[in-house]
Every structure is written in C-alpha cells, then in structure tokens.
C-alpha cells in the first residue's frame, strides 16, 4: 500500500497552500483532486489587499483595484462607501490558483482525477480510497486534510457542519460599462433571497455579474439580474458553484482536519473565503507539522493545536458575520435601504473603523 505523511483532499488554494507549507518542512506530501485537470475556482475574484501579506502571486493575476462600493436597496442607491487607497484586487483566478498549484509541485506530488471515496482508520492511520475511472488506490497517511470545498466529502465523512448553511452561487462575465474602482451591492430579497448581487469591474469593459441565494435558484436568479440591465445570458457562460456560512462545529477528528470551505472558513457578510482560508492553512500546516514531530494525531492534539486557535482568530467574526447576514435576511428591501441610509450619516466614522475582512477589528 501507498504510505504518505500527509494527503491533502482538494487542489484548491487552501489546500495547496497548507500542503506547501508541510511539504517545504521537509514532509511527504500528495495533493489529489476529483477534477480532471486544473480548473479554477468560481470565485468573484474581489480580494483584500490583506492577500499581500499571506501568500506571494504573480502580478498579472491583479486585473483591477477597487477602492470603494456603492450599496443599492432594491434597486436604488442608498449608499457609497470609498477611501482614496486601493482596498481589494479584482483577480483572475485562473492565473492565481495556476499560480499557487505550480509552486505547491515544487514541495508536493499533485495529481487531478482521483476521486476520494472513503477514508479508513486502521493502527493510528488513515487509509484514503481513491478513484479514477475504473483504478482504486490505497493510501495510507498520518494526517488527511479536507480541503474539497463546500460539499466537502471528507466533512460529510466525519458526520460534522450539518447545521452549515449552503448557498448557491452563480456568475458570468459582460461587455458593459461602469466605475473602475468601485464594485456594486444589490440587497434585494426577491432576486438572492439570503444573500446579495453584485456588478465588478474586471478589466477591458468586462463586468462581472454574480449573485449568492437560497434554495438553489442562482442561475434563474442571476440570469434575471442581468435582464435589468438588459443583458442576455448564454446559459454556458455562467459559473455556478456554492458558498458554505457558519461557524463549523467541528473540524477535526482522529487524523484529519478541515480547512477552507471545508470547513467554512468564510466571512458570512460577504461570501469570501480567500483570506480567512490563508489564515488557516498556515495554521493547519504548522499544527501538522508539530504533529508529525511529535507522532500525535489525536482529535486532541488537532484541537488544541488547530481547531482552538483558527477559532480564536475567526471564529467570533464569522458568528458575528452570520448576526449580520441574519439581520439583513430579516429586512426588507426598503428597511434594507433605510439601515444604509443610517450607516450613511455617519459614513466618516464608519469607514475609520471598517474592514472588509474582519468588521472593523484588523488585529490579526
């Protein structure tokens, strides 16, 4: 049987920048992925500058620089924030997740196609079930690591985040015009119940048009969202995928850990995981690390040494993050419009204490 320190579930930017992390300390370390081949994440592509600090990428990858959004309540504007300074990347995906692969190979062995079936616990290991096609592979490792998203399978293996909220997501790409440096936020309760839409910027007259919703009407939803604007949509122009809220309950066991939408590292007033899923890999890679040094790879040893204190450092913020959410699915379009225009009034203190990733507190 195949023997690995450590098998990293998902080749996504989570993932492989955990994977880098153990396999530059010198570890043996497989990045598999149920994708056939490389293909970037449906992602609105809107990052922090805050990206900067946690991973280095190639420039290219940066395709606009947004300083500010504009909010609309049914439709009608109700509020613009915007500071003189570039305070997130519109990014290409496609470049930076190609990016972060490449450099992960250099540490790592990552390889598309294999499809984890289950995942078994035997003498203090784990054995991974893999498939491709009609192959089935055995790998025995020391730790697993579910970085596979929002419909994890190694998080519905390990029976935790079943009281997560899992929305449907879905945007395409338009020859239109707009602002360069501001990004728009559409609340409206009958066009992404539960969530929100949004218009990006991109580069060379292309905006994005995306939407988050309940009950998996994304699609349907965006495709009205851009009959507002009077465009019509190809069906295979659209990106559909999904975006998990909550604070987890668990996200550890015996041998394996979560992390990224795995585990709902995600900001619930905005949908990004990028920077919250950066934090954590790095915590996720010293915890194994200090596991593999040790020969503990205990639920114990993972929640002490990960689960406590990626929660320490997020996990506050996303429960406020949901309180947020929460209040604003409670609202109609027209309370929604009169809660900006509150917000509005006082937009010079606002914007002195707000932060797109952590809700006025940038401590960490």
Same mark, same amino acid.
């Given at each position: +049987?195949?023997e690995?320190?450590?098998v990293?579930?998902?080749?996504g930017?989570?993932?492989?920048?955990? =994977?880098?992390?153990?396999g530059?300390a010198?570890?043996?370390?497989l990045?598999?992925?149920a994708?056939?081949?490389?293909?970037?994440?449906? &992602?609105?592509?809107?990052i922090?500058?805050?990206?900067?600090?946690?991973?280095?990428y190639?420039?290219?990858?940066i395709m606009?620089?947004?300083?500010?959004a504009?909010?609309?309540?049914?439709?009608?504007v109700?509020?613009?924030?915007?500071?003189?300074s570039?305070? =997130?990347?519109?990014m290409?995906?496609?470049?930076? $997740?190609?990016?972060?692969?490449?450099?992960?190979?250099?540490?790592c062995?990552?390889?598309?196609?294999?499809?984890?079936?289950?995942?078994e616990?035997?003498? %203090?290991? =784990?054995? &991974?079930i893999?498939?491709k096609?009609d192959?089935?592979?055995?790998?025995?490792?020391?730790v697993?690591?579910?970085?596979?998203? /929002?419909?994890?399978?190694?998080?519905?293996?390990?029976?935790?985040?079943?009281?997560?909220?899992?929305?449907?997501?879905?945007? /395409?790409?338009?020859?239109?015009? +707009?602002?360069?440096?501001?990004?728009e936020?559409?609340?409206?309760g009958?066009?992404?119940p539960?969530?929100?839409?949004?218009?990006?910027?991109?580069? $060379?007259?292309?905006?994005e048009?995306?939407?988050?919703?309940?009950k998996?009407?994304?699609?349907? +939803?965006l495709?009205?969202? &851009?009959a507002r604007?009077e465009?019509?949509? @190809?069906?295979?122009?659209i990106k559909? %995928?999904?975006?998990?809220?909550?604070?987890i309950?668990?996200?550890?066991d015996?041998?394996?850990?979560?992390?990224g @939408?795995? /585990?709902?590292q995600v900001?619930?007033?905005?949908?990004?995981?990028?920077?919250?899923?950066?934090?954590?890999?790095?915590?996720?890679?010293? =915890?194994?690390?200090?596991?593999?040094q040790?020969? @503990?790879?205990?639920?114990?040893?993972?929640?002490?040494?990960?689960?406590?204190?990626w929660?320490?450092?997020?996990?506050?913020?996303?429960q406020?993050?949901? +309180?947020?959410r929460?209040l604003?699915d409670?609202?109609?379009?027209?309370?929604?419009?009169?809660?900006?225009?509150?917000?509005?009034?006082?937009?010079?203190l606002f914007?002195?204490?707000?932060?797109?990733?952590?809700?006025g507190? @940038?401590?960490?």
């Amino acid at each position: +049987m195949e023997e690995r320190d450590v098998v990293v579930v998902g080749a996504g930017i989570a993932g492989c920048s955990l =994977a880098s992390g153990v396999g530059e300390a010198g570890h043996d370390v497989l990045v598999v992925d149920a994708k056939p081949h490389f293909i970037p994440k449906v &992602c609105s592509g809107l990052i922090s500058v805050r990206i900067d600090s946690l991973i280095s990428y190639p420039k290219k990858a940066i395709m606009n620089r947004i300083k500010g959004a504009k909010f609309f309540a049914g439709g009608e504007v109700s509020l613009e924030l915007k500071r003189s300074s570039t305070q =997130a990347y519109v990014m290409d995906r496609a470049v930076l $997740d190609a990016y972060v692969i490449e450099e992960t190979s250099r540490s790592c062995d990552v390889e598309f196609g294999w499809r984890l079936v289950n995942v078994e616990r035997k003498n %203090g290991f =784990a054995v &991974c079930i893999l498939r491709k096609g009609d192959s089935i592979r055995k790998v025995k490792a020391k730790v697993v690591v579910g970085a596979d998203g /929002a419909l994890s399978r190694v998080r519905r293996l390990l029976g935790v985040g079943k009281k997560l909220k899992i929305l449907s997501a879905a945007l /395409a790409y338009v020859k239109d015009e +707009m602002a360069s440096d501001i990004v728009e936020i559409y609340y409206d309760g009958e066009l992404a119940p539960g969530f929100f839409a949004w218009r990006i910027p991109r580069n $060379d007259g292309i905006v994005e048009y995306g939407l988050g919703c309940e009950k998996g009407k994304a699609v349907k +939803m965006l495709e009205k969202f &851009c009959a507002r604007f009077e465009h019509k949509l @190809d069906r295979n122009e659209i990106k559909a %995928g999904f975006i998990p809220l909550g604070l987890i309950d668990r996200s550890v066991d015996d041998n394996v850990i979560l992390v990224g @939408d795995a /585990a709902s590292q995600v900001k619930p007033f905005s949908g990004g995981g990028v920077i919250y899923s950066l934090i954590c890999a790095k915590i996720g890679s010293e =915890a194994i690390i200090r596991a593999l040094q040790s020969g @503990d790879y205990s639920k114990e040893f993972f929640s002490r040494n990960y689960e406590n204190v990626w929660k320490k450092k997020i996990g506050t913020k996303i429960q406020v993050g949901m +309180m947020i959410r929460k209040l604003f699915d409670s609202l109609s379009n027209d309370e929604v419009g009169e809660l900006l225009k509150m917000i509005d009034e006082n937009k010079e203190l606002f914007l002195k204490v707000a932060d797109m990733d952590f809700l006025g507190d @940038d401590t960490l």
